[in-house]
C-alpha cells in the first residue's frame, strides 16, 4: 500500500509539473497582433476604379485645366488614368502607376498618347479621411530634354459617386495596363527592355541594382518608385 500511495504521489506531481509547463508555454507565446482596418481609400480601391475630378490650381480656384482621374489597385499597385474635359494646350491622356500608403498615393505619369511619349509628372495624392477628395502635390516635366526642369503644380479632387459611359474607354485601358499590357507598340522599341514600373522602352542610363540584378528605367521618377518598393514592381 505505501508503494502504490509513493506511485500516486509521483504521478500527480508529474502531472503538476506538465500543467504548470503548458501555462508556461502558453503565457510564453507573442500576443496576436490586431488587425489595421482598411482606409477609406484602400475600401474605394478594394473593388473596382475609383474616379475623381481634378482641377489644377488651389482649391476653390477657377481653372482652366480640369479633367477625369481613374484610380485602379491590382496586386499591390495602384494604376492611374486621367484625362482633360478643358485644357489650353492641348494636353493629352496619362497613364501611370504607383503605390498606396495609408491614405496617400504616390504616382508617376507618362503621356499616353501615340509620338507623345516626353511629358511625365511624379504626383503625390493626399487623401481625405474619407477618401472622398484629395490634394495632389506633383513635379512635372512637359518638354523633352534633360535641360528641362521639373516644375512644380498643385491640384485638388473630388470623387465621382457613379461611373458612367464615356469613361469607358479609359476604364478599359486602365485595365489593360494592370494586366501587364505596354503602353507603347512602336516596332521599334519592341525588341527593348521595359522599365518595370511603366512598362515603357527602358533607358539605358537610368539604372539600379536590387536582389543581385540591374533593372531599366524610362525616367528617373520610375526609378525612384521602384526603390521605394521594389517587390511591388516584380524586384526580389
Same mark, same amino acid.
Given at each position: 500500500?505505501?508503494?502504490?500511495?509513493?506511485?500516486? $504521489? &509521483?504521478? &500527480? !506531481?508529474?502531472?503538476?509539473?506538465?500543467?504548470?509547463?503548458?501555462?508556461?508555454?502558453?503565457?510564453?507565446?507573442?500576443?496576436?497582433?490586431?488587425?489595421?482596418?482598411?482606409?477609406?481609400?484602400?475600401?474605394?480601391?478594394?473593388?473596382?476604379?475609383?474616379?475623381?475630378?481634378?482641377?489644377?490650381?488651389?482649391?476653390?480656384?477657377?481653372?482652366? /485645366?480640369?479633367?477625369?482621374?481613374?484610380?485602379?489597385?491590382?496586386?499591390?499597385?495602384?494604376?492611374?488614368? $486621367?484625362?482633360?474635359?478643358?485644357?489650353?494646350?492641348?494636353?493629352?491622356?496619362?497613364?501611370?502607376?504607383?503605390?498606396?500608403?495609408?491614405?496617400?498615393?504616390?504616382?508617376?505619369?507618362?503621356?499616353?498618347?501615340?509620338? /507623345?511619349?516626353?511629358? /511625365?509628372?511624379?504626383?503625390?495624392?493626399?487623401?481625405?479621411?474619407?477618401?472622398?477628395?484629395?490634394?495632389?502635390?506633383?513635379?512635372?516635366?512637359?518638354?523633352?530634354?534633360?535641360?528641362?526642369?521639373?516644375?512644380?503644380?498643385?491640384?485638388?479632387?473630388?470623387?465621382?459617386?457613379? &461611373?458612367?459611359?464615356?469613361?469607358?474607354?479609359?476604364?478599359?485601358?486602365?485595365?489593360?495596363?494592370?494586366?501587364?499590357? $505596354?503602353?507603347?507598340?512602336?516596332?521599334?522599341?519592341?525588341?527593348?527592355?521595359?522599365?518595370?514600373?511603366?512598362?515603357?522602352?527602358?533607358?539605358?542610363?537610368?539604372?539600379?541594382?536590387?536582389?543581385?540584378?540591374?533593372? /531599366?528605367? !524610362?525616367?528617373?521618377? !520610375?526609378?525612384?518608385?521602384?526603390?521605394?518598393?521594389?517587390?511591388?514592381?516584380?524586384?526580389?
Amino acid at each position: 500500500m505505501r508503494i502504490t500511495g509513493i506511485l500516486s $504521489a &509521483l504521478f &500527480l !506531481c508529474a502531472g503538476a509539473l506538465l500543467l504548470a509547463g503548458s501555462d508556461k508555454t502558453r503565457a510564453a507565446a507573442p500576443p496576436v497582433p490586431p488587425i489595421r482596418p482598411a482606409s477609406p481609400l484602400e475600401t474605394l480601391l478594394s473593388g473596382d476604379v475609383a474616379a475623381y475630378t481634378w482641377s489644377e490650381g488651389a482649391a476653390g480656384q477657377n481653372s482652366n /485645366h480640369n479633367g477625369i482621374i481613374l484610380f485602379y489597385r491590382s496586386r499591390g499597385e495602384v494604376y492611374g488614368r $486621367a484625362w482633360p474635359l478643358k485644357s489650353n494646350n492641348n494636353w493629352p491622356a496619362v497613364r501611370g502607376v504607383g503605390a498606396l500608403k495609408g491614405d496617400d498615393v504616390h504616382i508617376v505619369f507618362r503621356s499616353a498618347a501615340p509620338g /507623345h511619349d516626353f511629358y /511625365h509628372a511624379d504626383c503625390h495624392f493626399s487623401f481625405s479621411a474619407d477618401g472622398r477628395t484629395f490634394v495632389c502635390t506633383a513635379m512635372q516635366k512637359a518638354q523633352a530634354g534633360d535641360e528641362n526642369p521639373m516644375v512644380p503644380c498643385v491640384a485638388n479632387g473630388e470623387l465621382i459617386e457613379k &461611373l458612367n459611359s464615356s469613361m469607358a474607354g479609359h476604364i478599359e485601358k486602365l485595365r489593360l495596363m494592370a494586366r501587364g499590357a $505596354a503602353p507603347d507598340k512602336e516596332p521599334a522599341t519592341e525588341a527593348r527592355e521595359r522599365c518595370p514600373v511603366l512598362k515603357n522602352a527602358a533607358s539605358d542610363r537610368i539604372s539600379a541594382a536590387h536582389g543581385g540584378k540591374t533593372y /531599366h528605367f !524610362c525616367c528617373e521618377s !520610375c526609378r525612384n518608385v521602384f526603390l521605394g518598393n521594389p517587390q511591388a514592381f516584380g524586384g526580389k
